[in-house]
């Protein structure tokens, strides 16, 4: 079992940035993939960036290309997703997941392949 926490949620105008962090309980964190995933108000799950285990291989939706970027720190078990020039689109509840059944060298963008699960943390973008 793996315990996600997920922090550095909040409230920021548009334009602005925020830094999320996901602290993995486990010390084979490098052994998981992991991937951001969020929900909007009304709308379902998305993915939003995925990072293969090493950190060699990132996956980013289409939506948060150039703006995002996902990286993680295997000696500290956090997986960060860097988030700038923020869209009131992209307020929602972002949350972490980590997937042991990958391969070493990818990582996945489908939620149902994640096997952990983050409760999440707000992320609200006025305008």
């Known amino acids: 079992q793996v315990q996600l926490v997920e922090s550095g949620g909040g409230l920021v105008q548009a334009g602005g940035s925020l830094r999320l962090a996901c602290a993995a309980s486990k010390a084979t964190f490098s052994r998981y993939a992991m991937g951001w995933f969020r929900r909007g108000p009304g709308k379902e799950r998305e993915f939003v960036a995925a990072i293969s285990r090493s950190g060699g291989s990132t996956y980013y939706a289409d939506s948060v290309k150039g703006r995002f970027t996902i990286s993680r720190d295997n000696s500290k078990n956090t997986v960060y997703l860097q988030m700038n020039s923020l869209k009131p689109e992209d307020t929602a509840v972002y949350s972490c997941?980590?997937?042991?059944?990958?391969?070493?060298?990818?990582?996945?963008?489908?939620?149902?392949?994640?096997?952990?699960w983050g409760q999440g943390t707000q992320v609200t973008v006025s305008s």
């Open positions: 997941a980590a997937d042991f059944r990958n391969s070493a060298y990818s990582a996945s963008t489908i939620p149902l392949n994640y096997d952990y």
